[in-house]
């Protein structure tokens, strides 16, 4: 599926900013995988010693940053899940600063949060390989707001490269 294939709707909303973070007929497979390669040379990239930084009093710190990518990921993995399997209960949003809160982030080592992507991003690549294009055209609702597992596959790729900027512009 090319991202050109989703539907108007799908640019009408809050993510529109990350959909449009991605080139612009990128084809979604290819996204998630090469965007895991690139994502582990860019946290591999990261001195261990700005983990803590924040750019700003209030601000997320940089592991803080890395974990949210990892929980956002996990949580529309999930979604794109359900209505990958004609799931039609809507689904509640999360808070993200609450998840930021629990996250022990400020513990956490580098390399386990690369571990933890890794992870992450192999299992939302076996939830999305196969889906034929009728599975990713599928629908639900989640956060009040209308979706396709397509639209979310690319979400996913499309938070991740606009917080990797704001990473590369703000952090490091």
């Not at 995988?33 to 010693?49: K, W, Y």
């Not at 196969?130 to 956060?143: F, H, P, T």
């Amino acid at each position: 599926m090319r991202k050109s294939e989703l539907e108007v709707y799908e640019f009408e909303q809050f993510y529109t900013t990350y959909l449009n973070a991605l080139e612009a007929d990128v084809e979604l497979m290819p996204s998630l995988s090469l965007g895991m390669d690139d994502f582990l040379a860019f946290m591999e990239a990261i001195p261990d010693e700005k983990l803590p930084y924040a750019y700003s009093e209030g601000k997320w710190t940089l592991a803080e940053v890395l974990v949210h990518i990892i929980d956002a990921e996990r949580v529309f993995q999930y979604r794109a899940f359900r209505f990958s399997r004609n799931d039609r209960t809507p689904l509640a949003g999360f808070e993200q600063n609450g998840y930021i809160q629990e996250s022990n982030a400020g513990k956490r080592s580098k390399e386990d949060l690369i571990a933890e992507y890794t992870l992450v991003r192999k299992c939302t690549l076996a939830v999305f390989d196969g889906l034929d294009v009728e599975k990713l055209k599928r629908g639900g609702i989640a956060s009040e707001i209308p979706w396709t597992v397509g639209g979310l596959g690319f979400v996913i790729c499309g938070h991740q490269e606009h917080h990797r900027k704001i990473i590369a512009e703000r952090y490091l």
